[in-house]
């Protein structure tokens, strides 16, 4: 991998800068307010930032990069899908359950629902990450998907990933915003005291911990480099020219007898042809 | 070009969106605010969300795009960089006047400045803004800054761009939470008044602008197509293979003589080859 050093480097930074948020949310409501409960009372509201750092930031951006880790290339792509699937599935319930956890606090105090910004763009969040780990799902991991198809959903798959990561991020933002508003009263949001600053810090953490990760996801000499295609006779309407071919592979430990065409010249130029048509199914 | 029905499509819809977000944001402050003025009320506030909305947010979207629009591949790369940094000048312009509005506003009331999570990403964002622009300016306009250096600063100039234009629209969804949450006190934000409607709109609008434009600068055949290299004998030392040469055209008008590599194979082969190592200056 080309500049090894600096990968490692960023992804270290960006697991602490995301671990750290994850603390900050902890020492919030656990230092500065109610602390957690499922009772419809101020410790159920305070899972909703708590799992939203957690799931929807944290593991999201973790799902998004998972692809680019350069000791996971030895494994099936099968498999690294299947974690990829599996890190976004955990993000997608624990998005669930904070809302949930939000709706049923605003039902126990007669707060109305959906009429914030925050709310609007929240949810829209949920929904579109909803279906596009359905099709996800169903283009890329069952096996019935024609590659053409693929091929063809896989730019929209990234662009909408990321979109919906930096769409979650600017939906946390705003969360903040609102919930320092209406919880700080005496002392006011605006006199800054103790609790506003150190959420406030939450807040930039938040924004650097995506900024990491958009980074490491657009750097195209960090992609994951494509399998070897399999050596048979191509059929007539199969697999066009550069598409990958699904791996046979289904865990790390035999993934070696594949490792011929690893940063190969061949794999390389084939690499850019389908960065060219938005055609590789890496990030 | 590839999809020139597709790109026309995407340019005419984001144009659309972007200019009725700034017709929201001037029927938001006529219609339900004060409307505009400089005395140190409510109507100097108001010059904030018009400015953001019209520089910060329309105006940074077109200039970002400004390169990919595919009439203006027969204009010189120098009059593109040119447009590029004038639309950028005028958006921060606009954005530094609209926090001056906010700061004069704040203290004529007596009310803190610089508390909010939404004061603190918004000035960073004018902070790195300037600083693209002044390195921008430096390193890609002025002709001193050797070729090597453009080259390995030109993707870190792109996805600061593309990163920027993302907080600022996060910046100005968290102000438009502060500003509904502040100003709606009766009828209240949480009943979802008109105003409240509107606003929230005004918000998705400025997301499915941001959405949009992400998309176009974003897909790599809809680049600018790099322009023909000088064909001159090349010296030890000198330009790097596949970094595009600094074209020697002025205008529009002169352009067609240096019309023959567009679109070529050869040209296509050295635009990916630049895409991976992500030296190509246009974006």
């Given amino acids: 991998m080309e500049d090894y050093g600096r990968f490692l480097a960023l992804l270290v930074s960006a697991l602490l800068v995301g671990f750290l948020s994850v603390i900050f949310a902890l020492i919030w409501v656990f230092h500065y307010r109610e602390g957690l409960s499922w009772d419809g009372g101020a410790g159920e509201f305070n899972w909703h930032p708590v799992l939203i ?4 930031v944290f593991i999201q951006g973790i799902a998004i ?9 030895k494994c099936s792509k099968l498999l690294m899908k299947f974690i990829h699937a599996g890190l976004n599935t955990i993000a997608m319930i624990l998005a669930i359950v904070s809302m949930v956890a939000v709706f049923e606090y605003h039902n126990a105090r ?5 009429y914030s910004l925050h709310s609007w763009i929240g949810l829209t969040a949920v929904i579109f990450y909803s279906l596009q780990l359905l099709l996800g799902f169903a ?6 998907a024609a590659v053409p198809l693929r091929a063809a959903l896989m730019p929209i798959h990234i662009y909408s990933g990321l979109l919906i990561f ?26 800054s005291p103790p609790e506003a600053i150190f959420v406030n810090c939450l807040g930039l953490l938040i924004v650097i911990f995506g900024a990491l990760v958009l980074w490491m996801a657009s750097r195209p000499h960090w992609k994951r480099p494509p399998e070897e295609l399999p050596k048979v006779p191509r059929r007539s309407g199969g697999t066009p020219e550069g598409t990958e071919a699904e791996s046979t592979m289904t865990d790390c430990s035999n993934a070696d007898k594949s490792d011929v065409g690893f940063n190969s010249e061949a794999a390389r130029k084939r690499n850019l042809k389908l960065d060219e048509a938005g055609q590789r199914s890496t990030m």
Same sequence: chains 1, 2.
């Fill in 166 to 191: 930096a769409t979650v991020i600017a939906s946390a933002l705003m969360g903040i915003t609102e919930k320092l508003i209406f919880s700080l009263k005496n002392p006011a949001y605006s006199t």
């Fill in 65 to 73: 990069i998972v692809y680019r880790l350069p000791w996971t290339w």
């Fill in 139 to 144: 283009v890329f991991l069952l096996p019935f």
């Fill in 53 to 56: 750092v957690t799931g929807f």
């Fill in 110 to 114: 007669n707060i109305p629902n959906m």
